[in-house]
């Protein structure tokens, strides 16, 4: 059974009250996945959660065209992959993401194509939408991990 939270923001600001939501009890081999329209802010609450874990404040981009991105928290690695572009499937496996799942915190944008092969019970889910401003949006978070 998941447990489930829904907020709602009304800056980008806020989305640092969700990072800390999701990675208040986060350890190696969690899985993040972020799940959204384009523009929604999937990578600015990437931003958050991997800043969040870090010791000192890093520039995040989307991964977008490389796939993933790796970064050192000081206490582990975090893999942060975007799947927007990826061909197939089983292009994932040649990014090594069997080894993130192993020995990093894993934050995945666009994860639907590889729903398949994730092991669900390591999934904290976030589902981010538009509100009823261009500046809301609707969060519902749903830890499968059964802590």
């Known amino acids: 059974m998941a447990k489930k939270s829904e907020h709602k ?21 969690d899985i993040i996945t972020l799940r959204g329209n384009l523009g929604v802010g999937k990578t600015t609450l990437s931003k958050f959660i ?9 520039y995040i981009t989307s991964p977008t065209f490389n796939l993933v991105t790796i970064y050192d928290s000081g206490k582990c690695e975090i893999w942060h992959f ?3 572009r990826l061909e197939s499937p089983n292009d994932v496996f040649e990014l090594g993401i069997e080894d993130a799942f192993e020995r990093a915190i894993s934050i995945i944008e666009w994860p639907e194509i590889i729903e398949d092969i994730l092991p669900f019970e390591k999934i904290i889910d976030a589902k981010i939408s538009y509100g009823e401003t261009e500046t809301e949006r609707l969060i519902q978070i749903n830890d499968y991990r059964g802590n």
Do not use: F, P, R
């Not at 923001?9 to 081999?29: H, L, P, V, Y």
């Not at 991997?50 to 890093?58: C, E, G, P, R, V």
């Open 9 to 29: 923001i009304n800056c980008t600001d806020e989305m640092a009250k969700i990072a800390d939501i999701i990675i208040s009890s986060i350890k190696i081999g």
């Open 50 to 58: 991997i800043n969040s874990l870090t010791d000192k404040k890093k």
């Open 82 to 84: 975007d799947l927007y």
